[in-house]
C-alpha cells in the first residue's frame, strides 16, 4: 500500500518550452500532496505544498509562475514547469500525505532542459 | 523553525556489522513525528522507520530501529546487520503533529556497507 507514481520518470526539452510532470496516488487519496526539488548531492527542498481543490501554496523563493501545480483530484497533482530553462533542469520528486500522518514518495523526474 | 541536523555526511559499515546514524533536531513543539527515509542510487525515497513523539517506546522496523531521546531532542538510527541493500542516502525528517504537514529535512548520511 500506499504508492505514489510520477510520470515521467525523464524528460528533455528545449529552453522556452513548458514540461508537465504528473504525480498521482494509486492506492489511497491524498487531500495533499507536496513538490520537492533535490540538487546533486543534497537534500530535498520543499518547493509547494497542493491541496486538493485549492490553490498551492509555495514556499520563499518559489516563483508561483513559473512552477504551476494544479491539484484536481484526490489522486492526482501536476507541476507545470513553465517557458523552461537549463537552471529549471533538476531532479523533482511528488510526494503524498498518506496513512498515518506519512508523507509516500514518487520515483522522481529527470528534467534536463537544452 | 523547526531545524534538523545530520552530523555525520557520510559513514560506513562492514557487512552484517551494526551501525549508527544520528539526528538531531530543534523544536519548540511537544507534538510531533520524526522519520527516516531512505535513497538508494535509484532516488527513490523509502520510509525506513515513523515515531510518534508522545510514544516513549522505541519504534523498531526488523533490522532498523531508533533510539529517540526526547527531552536531548535525539532521534539516532540503528541498523542491525547490514546488508549490502542498505547502502544509499539516509534522511532525519521532522513533522509538527498539526499545521502544514510539511517535513523539514536534514543534509542526510551516506551510508557504504563493505563486504
Known amino acids: 500500500g500506499a504508492v505514489v507514481s510520477q510520470h515521467p520518470s525523464w524528460v528533455i526539452c528545449k529552453s522556452g518550452t513548458s514540461v508537465k510532470i504528473e504525480c498521482r496516488s494509486l492506492d489511497f487519496q491524498a487531500t495533499t500532496m507536496f513538490w520537492y526539488r533535490q540538487f546533486p548531492k543534497q537534500s530535498l527542498m520543499l518547493m509547494a505544498t497542493s491541496n486538493e481543490g485549492s490553490k498551492a501554496t509555495y514556499e520563499q523563493g518559489v516563483e508561483k509562475d513559473k512552477f504551476l501545480i494544479n491539484h484536481a483530484s484526490l489522486t492526482l497533482s501536476t507541476l507545470t514547469v513553465t517557458s523552461a530553462h537549463p537552471e529549471d533542469s533538476s531532479f523533482y520528486i511528488c510526494?503524498?500525505?498518506?496513512?498515518?500522518?506519512?508523507?509516500?514518495f514518487g520515483p522522481g523526474t529527470r528534467l534536463l532542459v537544452l | 523553525a523547526q531545524t534538523v541536523t545530520q552530523s555525520q555526511p557520510e559513514m560506513s559499515v562492514q557487512e552484517a556489522e551494526t551501525v549508527t546514524l544520528s539526528c538531531t533536531y530543534d523544536?519548540?513543539?511537544?507534538?510531533?513525528?520524526l522519520f527516516w527515509y531512505k535513497q538508494p542510487p535509484s532516488r527513490q525515497m523509502i520510509l525506513v522507520i515513523r515515531?510518534?513523539?508522545?510514544?516513549?517506546q522505541n519504534a523498531t522496523e526488523n533490522r532498523f530501529s531508533v533510539n529517540f531521546q526526547k527531552a536531548a531532542k535525539s532521534f539516532s538510527l540503528k541498523i542491525s546487520d547490514s546488508q549490502l541493500g542498505d547502502a544509499a542516502m539516509y534522511f532525519c525528517?521532522?513533522?509538527?503533529?498539526?499545521?502544514?504537514?510539511?517535513?523539514?529535512f536534514g543534509q542526510g548520511t551516506r551510508l557504504t556497507i563493505n563486504p
Open positions: 525528517a521532522y513533522r509538527s503533529a498539526g499545521g502544514a504537514q510539511k517535513l523539514v
Open positions: 510526494s503524498a500525505s498518506g496513512i498515518r500522518e506519512t508523507q509516500y
Open positions: 515515531q510518534e513523539a508522545y510514544k516513549q
Open positions: 523544536t519548540s513543539e511537544s507534538d510531533y513525528y
